[in-house]
């Protein structure tokens, strides 16, 4: 039995359907994502949905859908579904879907009377170019089957809506036809691999409702232009196969180019391979270099958000070619950014003050899956540099003190993670000295030292950085301890952010921490009793005035809730990390406990992977973007910690 395979009573039941997403992505920055019953629900869903960098840095979808319509002695059964004004859905094609199962390829199963029709959906590594192949498993007479392009030609953020602007020309091409609606798009190539009919029948489809976007209070309502449509006769037995891209391809290669794509796949049949699947999905290849994308629909590659999810996207999955091909891309942005001020035109947010120091925890997760040797020949010189652009106040807004103790200025802009902002201005001014920027500095020296202090030529130098940690210490414990047990957020001067966050389990979690054993183990208590939901941390314990659990409303109303209570399931890496730490391999059994609330949402919000946040009440209702990479790195990386300590469990008792 498939472990992601829908039935028939849930695909009809529109209200429990509609909710699910899923998502297929060419790892070069090309996706396609709608919903499990094709109807699209937001801007950002498409059949075909690409990067087009001689335009700008966002998605564009092409080809928003496309309707499939069955045609048996002169009837058509129209397969598609879309969303109308008045909350009206036509043409109703769910109510012959069968099966959805999404183990290998997403497969969907039709049924219209005696005809059985099912549809594959495959997108292409590295190209603009998605497949479709049909299959008809039984048929009683002869079949036909139409297809309907509806096209969109605009960013994935904007909507569109009937103009006389667009190019309406449908040229020839072999076995389909080719189109660009607009200037500066590139050409749109519908192809079928064997002989098609087209049929020139212009229409604008009007009024296309979006309800996610409605529900966000943001624009919602859409225009396509359907241009004509395909039509084909089909045996029973006889597989077709659909090709839209944005070059011309070989119609006589199809079926070799589905069948080889298929070769090396991850099947969904787990949890943990639903993630591994998930988090290859982030990858992205360009002739710049190799990134990881920080989530689907809307976000492109972000720096923090890349440097926590790398070790779980790569290393967690046994892919540690990756980990050092996007490493090294990010060690040359970051250089470039240090040494001459030039921005990545392709990381965003490589200017924050943390991000030397997400950069070397990243790099310690490598070395935790090496080796101390190997990772210092590899690393060893990239971890010292930017420590030492921390010490020479290299590092643009993160200032050395002689304290030993980091400080950033986040008042009038966000520099952490916590970065909502209205008109200008952080909600939560994080400023002075931050929680897990110390600790994250603690935790470079001490990774520093542990590279070096085996090395007799070094022994000047780690002792120096020995003393510089030892005074770092003592101030990080007088600065954010308090009488309460648990850490200030930030301290800024002589305000003190009382506010329980998840910050300080960062702190907590990290290899090398500023506190020892007992003092953990209160912020860990504290963590546990306010923050700890079976999705993630909440960003904001709930005994705060300002709690806001659910991200819902207007774009403002959003923007003020976002960081004030729903949780976030990457922040249960550290947490994990903390109770190893605390516990030891007796927190085993509870740890594994609390992944299955994220195994749970395999077949929820979008199927097989994880939503950037849930709610910090109950029932954790998913939100933001549909897949989010830090998310699925941190999850995959407590997985692999968790088969690992279960090693050394069994190891111990073998010797009992």
Known sequence: MSYLKFDKNLMINLEQSLPKEMLRTNKSGAYHCTTIVGCNTRKQHGLLVIPIPE??????????????????????????????????????????????????????????????LTKEKVFISHENRILIKYTLVDAHSDTTLQFRPFLAFRNAN????????????????????????????????????????????????????????????????EDLWVPGYFELPIRKGESIIFSASTYQADPSKFEATYAQELIGRTSRTSFYNCLKNSAKQFYLRSPKGMYIMAGYPWYNVRGRDELIALPGCTLAIDHRDDYEA?????????????????????????????????????????????????????????????????????????????????????E????????????GRPIIPRTGYIVEFNALWYNALRFLISLYENVPEEGAYVAELTELAAKLKESFVKTFLNDYGYLYDYVN????????????????????????????????????????????????????????????????????????????PWLFGFYADAYFKVFGVSGLGFIERMLIGYEEEMAEGCIGSLSEMYDGNPPYTGRGAVSTAKNVGEILRTIKNVKELNKLQTIDQDYV
């Open 493 to 568: 001067g002589t305000y003190t952010d009382l506010e329980v966050r998840p910050n300080m389990v960062i702190a907590i979690g990290l290899e090398f921490s500023p506190l020892d054993r007992r003092q953990r183990k209160k912020v860990l208590d504290l963590a546990t009793r306010e923050l700890l939901t079976p999705k993630g941390l909440r960003s904001l314990s709930p005994k705060s005035y300002a709690y806001t659990p659910i991200y819902v409303g207007g774009p403002e109303e959003r923007e003020r809730a976002v960081h004030q209570g729903p949780a976030r």
């Open 326 to 410: 996007i490493m090294a891309t990010f060690l040359r942005a970051l250089r470039e950014y240090i040494d001459e001020g030039k921005r990545s035109d392709v990381i965003t947010e490589i200017d924050l003050p943390d991000i030397p120091l997400w950069t070397i925890w990243s790099i310690q997760q490598y070395r935790r899956q090496t080796g101390l040797n190997q990772c210092r020949e590899k690393y060893g010189e990239d971890v010292r540099r930017l420590v030492e652009d921390i010490r020479a106040d290299r590092v643009k807004n993160l200032k050395l003190n002689p304290s030993g103790l980091v400080s950033s200025e986040g």
């Open 412 to 423: 009038h802009s966000p520099v952490t993670w916590l970065s909502a902002s209205l008109g």
């Open 158 to 221: 904007d909507l569109c809506v009937e103009n006389n602007a667009i190019n309406k020309e449908v040229r020839p091409v072999d076995n389909g036809v080719a189109t660009c609606l607009y200037n500066g798009y590139p050409e749109l190539f519908m192809q079928f691999n064997k002989e098609v009919k087209w049929v020139d029948d212009g229409h604008w489809y009007k009024d296309i409702i979006y309800y996610k976007d409605r529900d966000r209070g943001i624009p919602y309502r």
């Open 55 to 116: 335009m700008d840095d966002k998605a564009h979808v092409l080809l928003s859908s496309l309707d499939e319509t069955v045609i048996q002695h002169g009837a058509p059964f129209n397969l598609g579904l879309h969303q109308y004004a008045n909350d009206v859905f036509s043409p109703n094609g769910h109510k012959y879907i069968r099966q959805f199962d999404c183990e290998t390829v997403p497969t969907m199963t039709y049924r219209v009377g005696g005809v059985i």
